[in-house]
């Protein structure tokens, strides 16, 4: 090999492992799982990897990987095949022609829907055990029917979501704001409200490399609003972890914090007002994030484009450009869909105000 494709080789392995790390950090494809998502960019890169080359390009373990596969396997995405001459198996893709989509996976309203009916019944059982005369119970029952509503949203057909945007209506801004204790809630209304709050943790509604920062979001899901010590009462973590992922909830539009503190204790309130429109605030957010990327990823193409092809490095240009050409479809797609939740951001934030 030449001194020139030497190097070529090496940026390449360099721009490889650049785009794996946008991939990740992104979590473009459906699940979030980090190491799920750093095995199927491999595989979209290389197009049939064993379970060997997955473990020297990714490091993990033998353990981890023959956990991860199976799944691929399972959900439709990849097929295996036994390599000739070897009892090692080879997955590929099992569409040659997979790419990427921005498109809600046939595998999420499935998901969805089992959740949503799940939630009917729950909050069928609900009803019949609120005592309207307990204001607690009351406002508690109002944003399990709030959140129910936002499942049935997330199962909505396109135009039906642009229609229920147009027509929605602040369903909370009459609530009254509880520092998180709601003492008056029985006993079975709180193993309800466990159980929808391991229903959110076991579903891809939440991020499920982040089990603290996910558990908390749920008590604001279930809760609306609460303070730091009604969070390590709930969820047992200590006031520091508590305080660092609350800044998170703030920066990605989940949360506020209220300007004024508890009374009693002098505690400030978070609060996390609409379902609907604190989805689409961390939605934006994240949408942003990946079409910041969009320059990079631009630039990597043109870089690869502009190399010197010869017989030790032919293939790794074309595997390379292809992913590259096919991610920069995707972001031009996801430019447009990201604009219509943008749009629908804004109406939202005319009804919300905050």
Known sequence: ???????????????????VSIMVENAVFGGKNVKFNEIFTYLLLYGELTQLEFQKLTG?????????????????????????????????????DFRLSYSIAPDYFAEYSAFKKKMDSLVQQLNEMVNQKEKDEGVFLTRINEFNDYIGYQIMKRKDRKEYIQNI??????????????????????????EIINMQLNSTLLDEDKPIYSTILAYFITRRSLTQANLQELTQFSSGI????????????????????????????????????????????????????????????????????????????????SFLNKYCKFLEGFEHYSQLIFNECDHLSTIFQY
């Open 1 to 19: 090999m030449s001194k020139s494709s030497s190097s070529i080789q090496r940026r390449l392995n360099t721009i490889e492992k650049e785009i």
């Open 242 to 321: 508590i305080s660092q992922n609350l800044k998170i909830l703030i920066d990605r539009g989940f949360i506020t914090k209220l300007p004024k503190a508890q009374k009693s204790t002098r505690q400030n309130i978070y609060i996390m007002q609409s379902i609907l429109y604190s989805f689409h605030r961390y939605f934006r957010f994240f949408m942003i994030s990946q079409i910041n990327q969009f320059p990079k990823i631009r630039a990597l193409l043109k870089e690869v484009d502009s190399m010197t092809m010869d017989t030790t490095n032919q293939e790794a240009i074309l595997r390379i450009k």
């Open 60 to 96: 993990f373990s033998k353990g981890t990987v023959s956990m991860l596969l199976p799944f691929l396997c399972e959900i439709g995405i990849t097929q295996k095949k036994l390599k000739p001459k070897t009892h090692a198996y080879v997955y590929f893709l099992k569409d040659p």
């Open 169 to 194: 209506t602040n369903p909370v801004e009459d609530l009254p704001v509880f520092d998180g204790h709601q003492k008056n809630l029985s006993p079975k209304i709180l193993e309800l409200e466990q």
